[in-house]
């Protein structure tokens, strides 16, 4: 589903990522673990085409095809979703409106019609539902106001709407309760399927106890160091990542 | 220039209404000599440094003493759903048009009438209230409407009166055989208590161009509200002048929202005096304007008494070469104890070419007051627009819902039922023309 091939990044002209390879096959959780600074939330912004951070060398092929020609937007509709890692505030759009718009924008572009008023209404109603969030949230300005577990939850409700084939979550642990870490682990195992495929990004392993990955990778200092199995996320809980800041200074 | 619209009073003097009254006779004469003295006004004038009238210099502007017969239309485009439950002036070219017009039911102690008809009703009356809101300072453009001005709408409710429905008036613009330039002239006197809700539309019907140049005295007396809201989308090679002068009695509260989308060239002033304890104004407005559109929002405020409050908030999205200017004047006298004044300008700049001066001035001679200014230009927020974009929605889409909630809120402020809806349509339509849609 996921192929990064030998992925050099740029950020501000600092190179930050310094040739990654990573594959996932449909039906895989990967996680990528490591200290502040080692390049995980430029690894997110590179997949999902943020301003600002360029694609030095090497490429990146989604479902077969080049994901770094597209815009933003494109990699959506292609299936392709980032949760934030800090949610962005915009006040004067209604949540319920923005959902609906991300979900007609994404249907648009795979061909498939737009879903009227009353069907999408349906349709979150059955989502919120699902993950135990509030319809008020729905009323509410995207993420103005919201806690930083609001924020999360808010996240987890687009993706549940927007069904994507790769979610990349970003530190979606950090400052979060115990019930919002549930709620959004919930929402991220309901995705999980044979055809879907996950890159939770995190500091802590706290997260891989609810979201169990079938891979860890340990990034640090732009390359991607060592890669096991779930094991490899207990064993970084004992022993920190002083060996792995070591080997990348 | 001056000499062309000198010229105009020639042409029109035949057909200016009330010329059995020497009192108006007297006064549009007063009016023209202070136009010709001074000419029209330039950059050089502090008030006018952000906004030249030199394009208007261009046009051969003519002045119509009588209708066209042939300007046909079905019915003027009203922004209220329920058009009927209004109380409607039309005007075409600055001429009152009584067919398109409905006036409807009024209460008893509410009267609205042409400025035309109201000379012809009751002369008395409206010589004890025309012009007395316009002061000595020279201004150029209030002055030749003094001379000039055709026609109106002039609106008295009486103690207590409240109108349930709005007053909707209608300006057409365009529809002549050669650009013309008319000056309507409006006044608003809302007795002790009295309430009404005031919109205009201003429009265009045919493809020449037009200066509008309107003033509207408003006197709002003890604790009567006067809600006031305008949509500016006169055609793109349209002039528009707009000037309000207001004075606000004791408890009195001004509503006020101006949206500009067209003009060539648009200026709208707010003068306001709140000359009575606890008056209260709200001057707000937002404006789109691209290519090489020019939109000032001027605005002067006088606190003369303590306890009077005013809130401006301007916003505004300047596209291609387009120039918006908000020039806010605050002035609290030495009287003028707890005054409360804040004034804001936020301007989106979606080009390099985009300008906004904003002028913020304040002159406060009393010691217990909370007055504030602030002024902000940018692009869209960044962060925001990728976050759109990481979720689907296209750039152009993106950034078409970021302008719209940031117009919306100012929107959302408007006390009028009905109204909104037809102002967030049109900056749809904005935002349409500015994406490309079909």
């Not at chain 1, 019930?179 to 990004?201: H, Y």
């Not at chain 2, 329920?82 to 002036?89: I, V």
């Not at chain 2, 000032?296 to 405020?301: A, I, K, P, Q, R």
């Amino acid at each position: 589903m996921l192929e990064i091939k030998n992925l050099h990044a740029t950020v501000d002209g600092k190179e930050i990522l310094k040739g990654i390879d990573l594959t996932i096959a449909p039906g895989e959780v990967h996680a990528i673990m490591g200290p502040n600074g080692s390049g995980k939330s430029t690894l997110s912004y590179v997949l999902t085409g943020r301003e600002g951070y360029e694609a030095s060398e090497g490429e990146v092929l989604f479902k077969g095809k080049n994901l770094l020609d597209m815009e933003p937007d494109e990699r959506a509709g292609e299936g392709v979703f980032l949760a934030f890692q800090y949610p962005v505030e915009i006040p004067g759009v209604p949540n319920t409106t923005f959902l609906k718009e991300a979900l007609n924008a994404v249907r648009r572009y795979r061909g498939e019609d737009e879903l009227d008023a009353m069907q999408f209404v349906k349709m979150v109603r059955e989502k919120t539902k699902l993950l135990g969030i509030s319809d008020e949230m729905l009323k509410r300005a995207v993420n103005v106001g919201f806690s930083g577990g609001e924020k999360k939850r808010n996240e987890a409700l687009q993706m549940a709407v927007l069904e994507p084939c790769l979610a990349v979550l970003d530190e979606t642990d950090s400052g979060l309760d115990i019930d919002a870490l549930k709620t959004v682990a919930n929402s991220v195992n309901l995705l999980r399927g044979p055809e879907n495929a996950m890159l939770v990004i995190t500091h802590y392993q706290r997260l891989l106890e609810y979201i169990v990955p079938d891979r860890v990778h340990v990034l640090a200092g732009g390359r991607i160091q060592r890669s096991g199995g779930k094991e490899l996320a207990h064993e970084l809980e004992e022993k920190g990542y002083a060996e792995f800041t070591g080997a990348a200074a | 220039m001056t000499q062309a619209f000198s010229e105009h009073f020639g042409a029109l003097q035949d057909h200016l209404p009330g010329q059995d009254l020497p009192w108006l006779t007297d006064l549009r004469a007063r009016g023209l000599k202070r136009f010709t003295d001074s000419g029209l006004p330039t950059p050089r004038w502090e008030s006018w440094k952000y906004t030249s009238l030199r394009p208007i210099e261009k046009v051969d502007f003519a002045a119509e003493g009588v209708p066209r017969a042939c300007v046909s239309i079905d019915r003027a485009p009203s922004l209220l759903p329920d058009a009927t439950e209004s109380h409607r002036l039309v005007f075409v070219d600055g001429h009152f048009r009584s067919d398109l017009s409905s006036l409807g039911t009024l209460p008893k102690g509410a009267s609205l009438l042409p400025l035309s008809e109201q000379l012809a009703n009751d002369p008395d009356w409206l010589a004890g209230h025309l012009d007395h809101l316009n002061d000595a300072a020279a201004q150029p453009m209030l002055a030749l409407n003094t001379a000039m001005m055709m026609n109106g709408f002039v609106l008295h409710l009486e103690r207590g009166t409240i109108l349930p429905h709005p007053v909707e008036v209608i300006h057409l613009g365009g529809a002549g055989a050669a650009p013309l330039a008319y000056h309507p002239r409006n006044l608003v006197i809302l007795d002790e208590g009295s309430q009404a809700t005031l919109i205009e539309h201003f429009s265009h019907i045919g493809e020449q161009a037009y200066l509008n140049n309107a003033f509207t005295e408003v006197s709002i007396g003890q604790g009567a509200i006067l809600r006031h809201y305008k949509l500016q989308a006169d055609a793109l090679n349209a002039f528009h002048l707009a000037t309000v002068k207001a004075e606000l009695g004791r408890d009195a509260s001004y509503d006020s929202f101006v949206m500009t989308t067209g003009a060539r060239l648009s200026r709208n002033e707010a003068s306001v005096r709140l000359a009575g304890e606890g008056a209260n104004c709200h001057l707000n407005g937002a404006y789109l304007v691209r290519g090489e559109q020019h939109c000032d929002n001027t605005t002067v405020v006088d606190h003369l008494v303590p306890n009077t409050t005013c809130r401006e908030v301007f916003k505004g999205v300047i596209d291609d070469r387009a120039r918006a200017v908000f020039q806010g004047k605050l002035k609290v006298h030495r009287d003028a104890q707890q005054t409360n004044g804040h004034q804001l300008s936020k301007a989106l700049l979606l080009s390099d070419k985009a300008e906004i001066d904003a002028k913020p001035e304040l002159e406060i001679y009393a010691d217990d007051v909370v007055c504030s200014h602030g002024a902000t230009a940018g692009d869209l927020d960044h962060d925001a627009l990728f976050y759109l974009r990481a979720r689907g929605i296209p750039e152009a889409l993106a950034r078409s819902m970021l302008i719209e909630a940031f117009l919306g809120e100012s929107i959302d402020q408007i006390a009028a039922e009905g109204l909104c809806p037809a102002l967030m349509t049109s900056i749809g339509h904005w935002l349409a023309d500015t994406r490309g849609d079909a």
